[in-house]
Antibody, heavy 122, light 111 residues
C-alpha cells in the first residue's frame, strides 16, 4: 500500500525552528517528486515547497522562501521540511504529497499523508 | 487572494448536477498548464479527484468530470449524493510566480 506518514509537528514559539518528516512506503520513493502543502485552520490549501526525485531541484512559495528548506534522503525513503524563523501565520496542518508520475514535476498530487500540525504561538 | 478563483460555495439537491468553476489567467491555466481537482471530506486529507484537466483516477466515480477552456476549468458532479458534501480545490502551475497554486476552495452542500 502506498503511504505517506508525516511527523514532527508541535507547538513552537515565534522565531523558533522545527523539522518535519514524511516517511514514504509502498512505492519507489527516489523516482518521485515530492511536495509540502499546508492548510491553516479553517482555510484552504497552500502550496509550500517541491523537491525533485533526485533532490536536484527545489522550489518554494514566496511566503516561506529563505526560511524553509526542503530536503530528502532517498536511502531512508524520507522527505523533510526544515522550518526556521517561524511566524504565527505558519500555523497550519502540513501535508506531504507525492506526484503521480515518475520523474515528473508538473503532475497532480496523487497521494497525500494525513498531515502534522504546527502551531506557532507564544 | 488565490491565483485561481473558485466560488466559495455551491449547493444542490440529491440527484442534481452542480458545477464548480476555477478561473485563472494567462500565466497558469491559459498558458496550457494542466488543472487538477481535489476533494477534501471533513476532517480528512485531500484526495485526487481529476488529473490532467479531465482524467479520473481509478476508483473515482464517473459522476465526476472535468473540463478546461481558455483560462478556466470546471468540475461537474452529476447525480449528487450526500457523501459528495466536501470542499473541492482546483490546482495548477503558475509560470509567472513559479509556484504551484490552488484555488481558494469551494464548499459543496447537498441539500
Amino acid at each position: 500500500e502506498v503511504q505517506l506518514v508525516e511527523s514532527g509537528g508541535v507547538v513552537v514559539q515565534p522565531g523558533g525552528s522545527l523539522r518535519l518528516s514524511c516517511a514514504a512506503s509502498g512505492f519507489t520513493f527516489d523516482d518521485y517528486t515530492m511536495h509540502w502543502v499546508r492548510q491553516a485552520p479553517g482555510k484552504g490549501l497552500e502550496w509550500v515547497s517541491l523537491i525533485s526525485w533526485d533532490g536536484g531541484s527545489t522550489y518554494y512559495a514566496d511566503s516561506v522562501k529563505g526560511r524553509f528548506t526542503i530536503s530528502r534522503d532517498n536511502s531512508k525513503n524520507s522527505l523533510y521540511l526544515q522550518m526556521n524563523s517561524l511566524r504565527t501565520e505558519d500555523t497550519a496542518l502540513y501535508y506531504c504529497a507525492k506526484i503521480e508520475t515518475a520523474m515528473a514535476i508538473l503532475d497532480a498530487f496523487d497521494i497525500w499523508g494525513q498531515g502534522t500540525m504546527v502551531t506557532v504561538s507564544s | 487572494q488565490s491565483v485561481l478563483t473558485q466560488p466559495p460555495s455551491v449547493s444542490g439537491a440529491p440527484g442534481q448536477r452542480v458545477t464548480i468553476s476555477c478561473t485563472g489567467s494567462s500565466s497558469n491555466i491559459g498558458a496550457g498548464y494542466d488543472v487538477h481537482w481535489y476533494q477534501q471530506l471533513p476532517g480528512t486529507a485531500p484526495k485526487l479527484l481529476i488529473y490532467g484537466n479531465s482524467n479520473r483516477p481509478s476508483g473515482v466515480p464517473d459522476r465526476f468530470s472535468g473540463s478546461k477552456s481558455g483560462t478556466s476549468a470546471s468540475l461537474a458532479i452529476t447525480g449528487l449524493q450526500a457523501e459528495d458534501e466536501a470542499d473541492y480545490y482546483c490546482q495548477s502551475y503558475d509560470s509567472s510566480l513559479r509556484e504551484w497554486v490552488f484555488g481558494g476552495g469551494t464548499k459543496l452542500t447537498v441539500l
